[in-house]
């Protein structure tokens, strides 16, 4: 019996997509480049080897499916993906659908697709989120491709998806790279989430000088009210674990020093090229990348020293609800940042971006999954194309209530010179975001001195340039 869909890849993400596609009862053919490593997976497969075809052969990996044939690439995202449809090709046939599941640069979706147009093959573009433990039981899904191929799937893509409140979290989400830009956004704000995360953590850790377990305890009880998500669900595991070895703090043992693959940096570049602030993003970005450069820290805290930790607040309990507050707060502040940038990008790609719909699917699956976005999907659902987050009814009286205590965690990190780029970063979002009377008006007029470049007036008379005198620029 010939399978329903094929995917090639089997590391961790396609290994255990494999396995939630079989164990839903879909048959399922699989190719990996080293055939050892499908042996092996057949053999972990146990039952539901039942349901999967390994294969050796491209071209009987292409045969064993039945026609047309959708399959999934889950291979590093790169030249690798065009040199696996190249060699996949010669094989197929008209209406076979090729989904490419990497964390893939979404221009690089619509390269493919736009080649693959005409030729009788379709390209689905799909973000697939919730790491290995998603992968395997329940994923987040966002795709992007043409509707007709979006239907062709959809069932089964259904049926490995994660749900929420029993509503699953998959959706198609436009045509070409309107998924994979989705899943690039959707991890932005993973990186601005787990930056502002650790700022917090810092200063715990700095501040108050509280241990790992300690402040582990702090997640785990932020975990039970409005911050309650899988990332505060993880830091408090991960702050809580000791190391086998030393037994200290697992924490503690591991360099300061956070990689990236790129999806976070993308982000930022397209928010910028679109002219949208995306501020928590671009900290986060930035945090990490300054994590990476330890020996030059390293050597400036030589010269510099650190500052004393300002004096500790005196009332404890207050200043963890200061804390849990700001970040809720902050949070905020990104992920409206996010949304601004989704919806800048479906303007400029045509996509018609459904925002209820994308915050609907982030709500089980991802990492980024929360209570909190069931809360935005209701706020989009009422206002699918209000300006900003921040300024729906729900959000501002959030807002309101919390932005009073992000200002005094921002204060007391500052003046104990612990770093909190993306804490601030939100709270200046916010401080200028609201405020009608900015101080823009000045760099106007420099402009205006050194390049004649002309302002806008209050008042909207006919005069728009300035009288600078002596060394300013001729009109
Ligand atoms: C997910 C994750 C996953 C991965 C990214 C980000 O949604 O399941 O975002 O895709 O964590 O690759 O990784 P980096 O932190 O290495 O950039």
């Known amino acids: 019996q010939q399978a329903e869909i094929g995917l090639i890849g089997l590391g961790v993400m396609g290994s255990n997509l494999a396995l939630n596609i079989a164990e839903k009862g879909n048959r399922i053919a699989v190719f990996n480049r080293t055939p050892a490593r499908t042996k092996e997976f057949l053999g972990e497969a146990g039952d539901l080897a039942a349901n999967i075809i390994g294969c050796e052969t491209i071209k009987e990996f292409v045969a064993a499916i039945r026609p047309p044939r959708p399959i999934i690439i889950m291979i590093k995202a790169g030249d690798a993906v065009d040199q696996q449809m190249e060699q996949l090709k010669p094989y197929l046939e008209a209406n076979d659908i090729l989904i490419d599941a990497g964390n893939t640069n979404f221009r690089d979706t619509i390269r493919r697709f736009d080649h693959l147009k005409g030729s009788g093959l379709t390209f689905i573009g799909m973000g697939v989120s919730g790491g290995e433990e998603g992968a395997r039981h329940g994923p987040s899904i966002m795709v992007g491709g ?33 998924g994979h830009f989705v899943k690039t956004i959707h991890n932005g704000i993973e990186y601005a989430d787990m930056q502002m995360i650790a700022e917090i953590y810092g200063i715990l850790r700095d501040g108050l000088g509280m241990s790992a377990q300690d402040i582990g305890g702090v997640f785990g009880q932020w975990n039970t009210g409005r911050l309650n998500s899988y990332l505060i669900e993880i830091t408090e595991k991960v702050l809580k674990a000791n190391d086998p070895i030393t037994g200290n703090a697992m924490v503690d043992m591991i360099v300061d020093a956070a990689g990236q693959k790129g999806t976070g940096k993308w982000s930022a570049i397209e928010a910028q090229n679109m002219g949208v602030a995306a501020t928590g993003i671009e900290a986060a970005v930035a945090g990490r990348v300054l994590s990476s450069q330890k020996a030059e820290r390293e050597a400036a805290e030589k010269i510099f020293g650190l500052p004393a930790p300002a004096d500790k607040p005196h009332d404890g309990m207050a200043f963890l609800a200061d804390l849990e507050n700001a970040l809720l707060a902050a949070k905020i502040a990104a992920y409206a940042q996010g949304f601004a940038v989704m919806a800048a990008a479906s303007k400029e790609n045509g996509w018609s971006l459904p925002m209820p719909t994308i915050a609907r699917i982030w709500r089980a699956g991802c990492i980024i999954r929360s209570q909190f976005l069931d809360e935005i999907t209701s706020a989009f659902t009422k206002q699918p ?22 200002r005094r965690v921002v204060s007391y990190a500052a003046l104990s010179g612990i770093p909190v780029p993306a804490l601030s970063s939100a709270l200046a979002y916010f401080d200028t975001y609201r405020r009608a009377r900015g101080t823009a008006n000045l760099i106007q007029a420099q402009r205006d001195f050194f390049g004649a470049h002309g302002f806008d007036r209050v008042d909207g008379k006919d005069y728009h340039h300035g009288p600078w005198g002596s060394g300013a620029a001729i009109y």
Request: overall charge negative.
């Open 385 to 406: 194309d209000v300006a900003n987050l921040i300024v729906t009814p729900a959000f501002s009286q959030m807002v309101k209530d919390t932005d009073a205590s992000l």
């Open 146 to 178: 043409t509707e007709e191929s979006w239907k062709r799937v959809e069932k089964v893509l259904t049926s490995i998806s994660a749900k929420f409140n029993g509503d699953p979290c998959v959706a198609w989400l436009g045509t070409d790279g309107a």
